[in-house]
């Protein structure tokens, strides 16, 4: 099975587009969304919800208010300040978490003296099972506030590997988080091959520098692409000739194109439309189905 993962430096590279056009082209596909922090991947593929999963990761404390006697033992040795103190008319105090402030790690239930606070997993999320006008799509959505995104990432990755084996398909396509952080690294380990989506500017630079270590780390073939390349062609030809240096060619230039805009306004795939871009798009995408296995 080929997995081709599209990244970026940081957001708004074009990465998600890119993705999309993937999925348009190529055939017998499943598509993972593992962008799970900022997912919009949908926007453009208007996928219909099948299946929803809860996902789980970590646990909160709960106090619960029978038991509490009001000690403070418990805010006293949490060092996140993640309880509430409420004081009664005759003096009681009570106490409650806050789950956002709360990190889960569970001092609070070793040393309550009364048992008074519950410690279940926590719901961080969910993951969704969507059919698409290019094929199956497994995606996520993350909780306001929670974490563990690289562990929801894995899951999105998994669950869509699953779906490709059952269904005797050939390729997933993953439209991969921003950044080098776990997310990233969750979405890219044992991948085919990685596209990182750049653009033409000092902190484009920085960032695909950044994000080509990773990939050079892992010993994943890597190609670039420069979006909007024709707006700054100096620097585009100085960044590919920085990745060409760590071993990662160029998959081909996207120029600047107001129809991107559009297109993702009407819910399409750049590929989809008459526009300007589409060819380069197209070349970028033959590049990665011309080097699957």
């Known amino acids: 099975m080929n997995e081709i993962v599209v990244i970026s430096g940081k957001g708004g590279t074009g990465k998600t587009s890119v993705t999309a056009s993937l999925a348009a082209l190529a055939d017998n596909l499943v598509i993972s969304d593992c962008d799970v ?17 809860d996902f789980y990761s970590g646990r909160e404390a709960i106090v619960n208010s029978e038991k509490c006697n009001g000690c403070g033992i418990c805010a006293e040795y949490c060092r996140f300040d993640a309880f509430n103190i409420t ?5 009681t105090r009570k106490y409650a978490v806050d789950p956002v402030s709360c990190e889960g790690c569970g001092v609070c239930v070793a040393f309550c003296p009364v048992k008074a606070i519950d410690f279940p997993d926590r719901l961080c999320g969910e993951w969704m099972l969507s059919e698409t006008r290019f094929g199956p799509m497994v995606h996520a959505k993350l909780g306001v506030a929670s974490e563990n995104s690289g562990k929801l990432v894995s899951t999105v990755r998994d669950e869509s590997k ?11 396509v993953v439209d991969g988080p921003p950044g080098i952080g776990c997310p990233v690294i969750a979405s890219l380990t044992g991948a085919t091959q990685v596209l990182v989506v750049t653009e033409p500017t000092v902190s484009g630079e920085h960032d695909l520098e950044r994000v080509l270590k990773l990939t050079v780390h892992f010993k994943i073939p890597a190609s670039i692409c420069v979006n909007k390349w024709d707006l700054n062609v100096e620097m585009t030809e100085r960044i590919e000739k920085l990745a060409a240096s760590m071993g990662s060619p160029s998959a081909g230039r996207i120029r600047y194109d107001k129809g991107v805009t559009t297109a993702q306004i009407n ?11 589409s060819q380069d798009v197209k070349e970028v995408c033959q590049y990665l189905l011309g080097n699957m296995e």
């Not at 004081?87 to 003096?91: K, L």
């Not at 699953?162 to 997933?172: C, E, S």
Request: proline fraction near 5%.
């Open 87 to 91: 004081i009664s008319a005759d003096g």
């Open 162 to 172: 699953k779906l490709a084996l059952k269904n005797g398909m050939n390729l997933v």
């Open 267 to 277: 819910g399409l795939s750049v590929v989809e439309t008459d526009s300007p871009s």
């Open 37 to 53: 922090d900022a997912a919009d991947l949908h926007l453009l593929l208007a996928p219909q919800v099948k299946e929803r999963h």
